[in-house]
């Protein structure tokens, strides 16, 4: 089951899952941008602290890298993804509606399309858990985050800190699950 999954789909006669495979992987486009999952790894573990079910480093990861790659198999969570890293790469070149080139790097305090993919991603993926962690990521900007531009930025933070809050929750509970 995906984060999206729906029982009968929207349209009628319409398949509720893609029947064949896509021509790009998201993990591709990442590291076509700069992006590996190393640093993604890397960025979160930043703000680690031990919980029941991630009581160490290594077992985080482990953990991570689960709920990571569930969550990355999503093709809403893809598209929302790539949205951003090409409205990054128009911001670069000055080709957003509405946004010259030298306000796009300066990253405007009264932007907040960004803002809201940032917080959206969050949510889609871990509730409203995941908005918090996307805080603690948008405000401390940990390891790669503080490279990346204006869309990037929030949108790495919110696919970290979902998949973050996810981490915490499940191994909190399949920690307790295991004491019984």
Do not use: C, W
């Amino acid at each position: 089951m995906k984060l999206s999954n729906t029982d009968d789909g929207f349209k009628k006669d319409q398949p509720n899952v893609i029947e064949e495979k896509a021509s790009r992987n998201i993990m591709d486009v990442l590291e076509d941008f700069g992006i590996t999952y190393a640093d993604l790894e890397n960025t979160a573990m930043e703000f680690y602290v031990p919980h029941p079910g991630v009581e160490t480093v290594e077992k985080a990861r482990v953990v991570f890298k689960r709920e990571f790659d569930y969550a990355i198999s999503d093709s809403n969570l893809q598209l929302l993804i790539y949205t951003a890293i090409l409205l990054e790469k128009e911001g670069k070149e000055g080709k957003l509606p509405g946004l010259s080139k030298k306000s796009f790097e300066q990253d405007l305090s009264f932007i907040i399309a960004d803002e809201i993919l940032g917080e959206a991603v969050a949510e889609y993926i871990g509730g409203t858990k995941g908005k918090f962690e996307f805080v603690r990521f948008d405000k401390n900007k940990p390891g790669i985050l503080k490279h990346l531009g204006m869309f990037a930025d929030d949108i790495i933070g919110g696919l970290l800190g979902g998949v973050s809050a996810n981490m915490y929750s499940r191994a909190i509970y399949e920690a307790e699950e295991e004491r019984k």
